[in-house]
């Protein structure tokens, strides 16, 4: 247990669905992202949000939304997925958009898309 | 571009064996040389290194990183089957926000 909590930990949703995944962090970190790791492929940053706001957005498709309404939770809502979107997707938290300290990851959510 | 390349991509061995994986890194602005465990799904964190030439330890991991040849080893000695895992590399890069560039890794399985 890292401190990390992601849900679901395993969502299979159709290409025409809607669907969210949650993370939650109980470190009092102030800095959030969201990764994907797809097979033989390094993690992917895809967002980061530090205090609420979202500092990073590496050239992620409209499909994926983020959300961060507060420090402790971060959202990211799916809809019009395609099937090259499946993959595990991995929260992490860290103290701040500095990183003088590690990243704790969270279990991942493992999507397929079919 | 920045790019962290990590060697070998897997390492199959015996219960007992001593393991050194490699990593290499092109990286601007370079904060960090991190080690994270990944055996399910979380990555676990192992080591962060900043300084060159100073080793760190746990237990039977120990890691040291060389910013002059730009890369770092992770060693493992007398290996166990609860080793098997993938073990991860990256590079933390300076920036506005910090980034973690991650490589591949490299999939380690211990036999009994």
């Known amino acids: 247990e890292t401190g990390v909590t992601q849900t679901p930990r395993h969502l299979v949703m159709g290409m025409t669905n809607k669907k969210s995944l949650k993370c939650e962090q109980h470190?009092?970190?102030?800095?959030m992202y969201w990764y994907k790791q797809s097979a033989k492929k390094p993690l992917e940053l895809m967002f980061v949000?530090?205090?609420?706001?979202?500092?990073e957005n590496n050239s992620v498709p409209s499909r994926f939304s983020p959300e961060c309404p507060n420090s402790s939770h971060l959202f990211l809502h799916l809809h019009t997925l395609q099937p090259e979107d499946s993959a595990l997707y991995l929260c992490?938290?860290?103290?701040?958009?500095?990183?003088?300290?590690?990243?704790?990851f969270g279990q991942g959510t493992r999507l397929t898309v079919v | 571009e920045d790019k962290v390349v990590q060697s070998p991509l897997s390492l199959v061995v015996h219960e007992g064996d001593t393991v050194t994986l490699n990593c290499s890194y092109e990286?601007?602005?370079?904060?960090?040389l991190l080690w994270y465990k990944q055996e399910k799904k979380a990555p676990t964190f192992l080591f962060m290194l900043?300084?060159?030439?100073i080793e760190k330890k746990s237990g039977r991991l120990s890691s040291i990183l060389d910013k002059k040849e730009l890369f770092s080893i992770l060693n493992i000695t007398a290996t166990q089957t609860g080793d098997s895992a993938v073990y991860l590399c990256?590079?933390?890069?300076?920036?506005?926000?910090?980034?973690?560039?991650f490589g591949t890794g490299t999939r380690l399985q211990v036999f009994p």
């Open positions: 992490a938290s860290s103290q701040d958009r500095v990183l003088s300290t590690e990243a704790f």
């Open positions: 470190l009092g970190h102030n800095a």
């Open positions: 949000y530090s205090l609420e706001e979202r500092v």
């Open positions: 990286v601007t602005n370079f904060r960090s």
């Open positions: 900043t300084s060159s030439g």
């Open positions: 990256a590079v933390g890069i300076r920036g506005n926000t910090d980034k973690l560039i």
